[in-house]
């Protein structure tokens, strides 16, 4: 069964610092994996997916993530956090092979921006 | 263009009740999938609904069941509520049942069980 692992469910930088958020996933079969990223009272949005083409995946607000296979991580990044940025991200993933199995989500970082 | 839309936002229950959710998805989406997200976890998969028939369902009970009709939009019934039922609900629409594209979620109904 495909699983994914969030290291830290909270996380806390400067305004300007680095922004890492750690995933590990588990599956059986390569996987698709996916960030999303969920506003105080909204809906997720998706951050950036990776689907067995480029390793390294650039997404929507200056994140991006590695996919490293000997590692099974998918690390959310982003050189420089900004206010805007504090929110709950979510680390997904699904089966590749099929490309139809339901998305599993981790339980979720939260991430503060402090000024 | 309109996104994903939930209704109700909040409502409150109580033990042993029914409810009822709402979903319409984004246009020229044709699947809809519902997921539960308890306080302080991920979402978790109920089940999908594609051409008007659930494709796929998650580990929940019976009492969870659902519907969808023609217009793509698509309802959450849950029976004999429990207190362990609070949650908030989203739903997810999509084109097709692959998880290959992008998922766009609405802002979810915060269900309360007293």
């Known amino acids: 069964a495909q699983s994914v692992t969030q290291l830290g469910s909270h996380v806390s930088v400067s305004e300007g610092a680095l922004v890492l958020l750690r995933c590990n996933y588990s599956?059986?079969?390569?996987?698709?994996l996916f960030w999303y990223v969920q506003y105080p009272n909204q809906g997720l949005q998706l951050l950036l997916k990776y689907t067995s083409a480029a390793t390294l995946v650039k997404g929507i607000n200056g994140f991006e993530a590695e996919f490293k296979k000997s590692e099974t991580s998918f690390h959310l990044t982003k050189p420089s956090a900004h206010m805007s940025d504090a929110a709950e991200y979510f680390c997904a993933v699904s089966d590749f092979l099929s490309g139809n199995t339901p998305l599993v989500f981790g339980k979720g970082t939260r991430l503060s921006v402090i000024a | 263009d309109a996104g994903v839309t939930q209704s109700p936002t909040h409502l409150i229950k109580t033990r042993g009740q029914q409810v009822t959710l709402r979903c319409s998805p984004k246009?020229?989406?044709?699947?809809v999938s519902w997921y539960q997200q308890a306080l302080g976890q991920g979402p978790q998969f109920i089940f999908q609904?594609?051409?008007?028939?659930?494709?796929q369902r998650g580990n929940f009970p019976d009492r969870f069941s659902g519907h969808q009709f023609p217009n793509y939009s698509s309802e959450l019934n849950v029976n004999a509520l429990l207190l362990g039922d609070s949650a908030l609900y989203l739903c997810a629409s999509s084109r097709g049942t692959g998880y290959t594209g992008e998922l766009f979620f609405g802002e979810g109904s915060r269900l309360t069980v007293l």
């Open positions: 599956s059986s079969v390569p996987p698709y």
């Open positions: 609904y594609y051409e008007e028939e659930e494709r």
């Open positions: 246009s020229g989406h044709d699947t």
